[in-house]
């Protein structure tokens, strides 16, 4: 395919590759006029996949095809404007990146991005694009989004395919995108998340009566997308995870808790868990076993050839994953059975509340790789988002301001496949604003 020239003079922290447009639109609908930043994981037909690592990137062939989710919205009428830098395979949540140096937060500067699809939110906040397309596998949309005041979602597991996405840990990955207003958060949901799946009865056999499965219907495999209308129950939060929170953040997200409880003219029920031993015990044992045992089975036969290209903080990251056992792994997934099921429990048709990143933007400075106040801050982050991590559930990040005028976020958790739903919730929450 032909490309259109690429532009000379763009920040190289926040685009791998630009062009005007990298990528035309393959036809005209809800999206036309609009304009993406694609997160270097994501195939793109005539372009390689670098993965945030420059050695990788030369190694790399271009795609024959781009991913579905690509090819949705260019079918859809938005064009490419670039590849946008993503922090090195994913493995990250500052936005840091040690290769191509750390891309702006125009929403707050002198304080990081938040990662790993920290390109492709710099370049919505910049106002380069109005769609940033990334993932989210432990928090990679929705740190971003809050650090830098956008809207963003992290689907339902399994909803959104993320065929031709380099993955990180296939329990978790998901295809996620952040826009600056909750309207064009809803449009791309209508184009990326399937239409809601009918259940139909079986077909009768030759014998004259029902199919192998008599008069049971044939139920879709994957989680089931819901109609956009579709009423969603009670709002609950969780004190226990409103207390991993600095309190400017639990503060901000308060205020809108209670803008919420004026709509829907009730109270929020508050959960008795979890505990915060629980939540430690699922990040650790569950939700980062898995994640890294996937990660090096994905990344790891490149990675040990190849040490020397990777950053000193995710290559650190990497060398601990390749000690995980297969034991390990397999009583990783177990906890994380139990845990998912207990979270659907508490999320149930409701929503459930929680701050999207526990602290604002750290400074550049403080962020700074290695050091103890970064780990501290990771962590807490991690105990946040691995809850929609481990259910499976689908997220979007409501920007909220803090008293001091930083961004920061809130989270809103639904049901499995009420993703649409739960963007509508959230557009007439930002219309009651």
Sequence with gaps: MSTPASTDTYDRSVWRTKGAPLVPAAGTGPLTGETVAVKDLFAVAGHPIGAGNPEFLSQAGPQTHSAPAVQALLEAGAEITGISQTD????SLAGTNGHYGTPPNPAAPGRIPGGSSNGSASAVTLGEVSIGLGTDTGGSIRVPAA????????PTHGLVPIKGVHPLAQSFDTVGWLTRTPQLLAAVAEVLVPRPK????????????????????????GPVAWEAERPLGRLRTAPSLFGLADPEVT???????GRLEQLNG????????????????WLD???????????????????SRHWEAMTPEVGERYAKAAEVTAEQAAAGRELLAAARETIRSWVADGVLVLPSAASVAPTVEEAEAGSEHSGRVRRRNLLLTSVAGLSGL??????????????????LIGPAGSDKALIRYAVRLAGAQ
């Excluded at 650090?147 to 963003?152: A, D, E, I, P």
């Excluded at 009918?198 to 495999?221: F, N, Q, W």
């Excluded at 503060?251 to 808790?257: C, D, I, K, N, T």
């Excluded at 689908?394 to 989270?411: C, D, E, K």
């Design 251 to 257: 503060e901000a997200v308060h205020g809108l808790v």
């Design 394 to 411: 689908p997220a979007v990040n409501v920007p909220v301001t803090t008293a001091s005028g930083l961004p920061a976020g809130m989270s």
């Design 147 to 154: 650090y830098q005041g956008l809207w963003g979602i992290r």
């Design 198 to 221: 009918k259940i139909v009865p079986s077909a009768p056999s030759a014998l004259g009566g029902m199919g192998t499965t008599g008069s049971i219907p044939t139920v879709p495999k």
């Design 88 to 91: 090195e395979f994913a493995l």
């Design 266 to 281: 009730d109270t929020a029920e508050k959960l008795l868990g979890p505990e915060p031993e629980l939540l430690e015990r």
């Design 285 to 303: 044992e569950a939700f980062q076993t898995v994640q890294v045992f996937e990660a090096w089975a994905n990344n790891g036969a490149w990675i």
